[in-house]
């Protein structure tokens, strides 16, 4: 969630979603009830209503907002950089220093994301994936015809690529000696060369 | 898990197993309750208590198994084949193809791993882990010392290669046009050759 500057509804509305999402991270969202969310947050319950209609707003929100402000976060760093390769190297370390600034929500994001109920917001969600994916399934395509990457197929690329950085999630520990982004670097250098000599 | 040949016990209690590892594949440990196993497998829970004496018995049970028969599968396929290359790409093969045969309990011990509460299994689970990241990483260990790999760390091309497969079990529906192996397979020449030309 990105910090808000509008007052105390705007700050309000902000510490439900971050706790929420620290909690849903921890314990997923079926053992997560409103009661432990409005304890952790210090509001009553009908408080928590004043900003959404169920748990299941809740989770919502946070999926959709991270994924849409990943997306763009990710978009800004590719069209910063010229060549393909840099703008693949920029991308994936853009997704690394995004997953470690959002982790809490990054996390619940990629847990829950198949527990969209809501039809509408969970087409939201499909599309907002898959852009993303697209968006790097572009920068693959254009470095091929560019000459710079070998014919590979961009799908299989794109997918490794979301697969290094997403499995973060599960082995990742904020505070240690080495940073998301860094990871994410090192990644970046071993698709791009390759192992073979 | 593995089908028994002896008699009809081991055949209860292999479907026993099997069904526990599809409903929490589902819908999670938590959600699953004995009842429901029961109901699946169409015993009654006394039965299930003659074979496990808890719901979390079950579980450790599939992730320790599916571990343990994972680890020896690929191991098979890295001892069968020569260059670190072919061993590589042998062994991405080889856990792309267990995946897809054990799927279910493959998918219930990649989201239950962390589920595990009973201290001496869990220590089973990670040291099982261990070692299979270790069984790749000495294979691309082996592949810089030989010179056919260029000097990549080890300890991120495991990882990087065990995200990605393990990230399939997020996306993969057996039964589609391509088989799990195949992809591993177009990853493994992805990580071979790398992007650059």
Chains 1, 2 share one sequence.
Not at 70 to 99: C, P, Y
Not at 157 to 177: D, E, Q, V
Request: neutral net charge.
């Amino acid at each position: 969630m990105k910090r808000p500057h509008n007052g105390s509804e705007g700050v309000q509305r902000f510490r439900i979603l971050e706790s929420s999402a620290r909690l849903f991270a921890h314990q997923g969202f079926e053992a997560t009830s409103l009661n432990e969310i409005a304890e952790e947050v210090s509001l009553s319950k009908a408080t928590i209503y004043h900003y959404f209609a169920s748990k299941e707003e809740i989770y919502s929100e946070i999926i959709l907002d991270t994924l849409e402000r990943l997306l763009s976060f990710v978009k800004e760093s590719i069209d910063r950089n010229d060549t393909a390769s840099r703008r693949l190297v920029a991308a994936m370390e853009a997704h690394g220093q995004f997953f470690e600034d959002n982790f809490w929500a990054f996390t619940a994001m990629l847990i829950g994301f198949g527990g969209i109920r809501e039809l509408n917001r969970r087409a939201r969600a499909v599309a907002l994936r898959d852009s993303y994916e697209e968006l790097l399934r572009d920068v693959v395509k254009a470095g091929i015809e560019s000459g710079e990457f070998r014919k590979a197929d961009p799908v299989i690329t794109a997918r490794a690529i979301l697969s290094m950085l997403n499995w973060m999630a599960r082995w990742y520990k904020p505070g240690g000696p080495k940073r998301a982004r860094e990871f994410a670097q090192e990644y970046a250098s071993l698709i791009m060369q390759g192992l073979c000599v």
